[in-house]
């Protein structure tokens, strides 16, 4: 479901909350995506919302829309702060819909995790220089990896969570 809220025009595409599992794995991080978000978000601050319908980072159905070409329908420059958490994202729309100067905030899952769903090279190295080629500049980088462990409903064996967060600052132009 998409909703914009005009107080501060919020696209949001949601779900109920986080499993159990989902919940363990992000006590995990050594960052808290909610608290680096609230740094940004000030009276007046036009925000953008993306949010996966499903908010597993581990499905299948999210991870092959990565790359997505969805185009999002507000006008250019119309937001200071867009957020994306687990979500796939199309960066060119990000950086239309962004004003010279916002912030991109985005939280993903890298491939160790998801081996089956994402190209080996999705990491935060890469996603990173993607970002400087496309006009913004990297402001908080960090990535996470767990040692592998095996999970009781995981049927392949073992597992391991990587985590990736950018926030990048559109430079304009």
Not at 16 to 24: C, L, P, V, Y
């Amino acid at each position: 479901m998409m909703t914009e809220n005009s107080a501060q025009s919020v696209l949001s595409v949601s779900d109920d909350g986080a499993s159990k599992k989902e919940a363990a794995a992000e006590a995990l991080l050594p960052w808290d995506f909610r608290k680096k978000v609230a740094e940004f978000q000030r009276p007046g601050v036009r925000l953008l919302e993306l949010q996966s319908e499903r908010r597993s980072p581990r499905l299948s159905e999210r991870l092959s829309e990565l790359g997505s070409s969805a185009k999002y329908d507000f006008p250019d420059c119309s937001f200071d702060l867009v957020i994306n958490r687990y979500g796939s994202f199309n960066l060119s729309e990000v950086k239309r819909v962004l004003r010279t100067g916002g912030h991109f905030i985005t939280e993903q899952v890298g491939a160790l995790e998801a081996p089956d769903s994402l190209p080996p090279e999705y990491n935060l190295e890469n996603e990173a220089e993607r970002f400087r080629k496309n006009g913004f500049k990297i402001v908080f980088r960090e990535q996470f990896y767990s040692e592998p462990f095996c999970s009781d409903s995981d049927s392949a064996g073992s597992r391991q969570i990587h985590r990736f967060m950018i926030i990048a600052k559109y430079k304009g132009g």
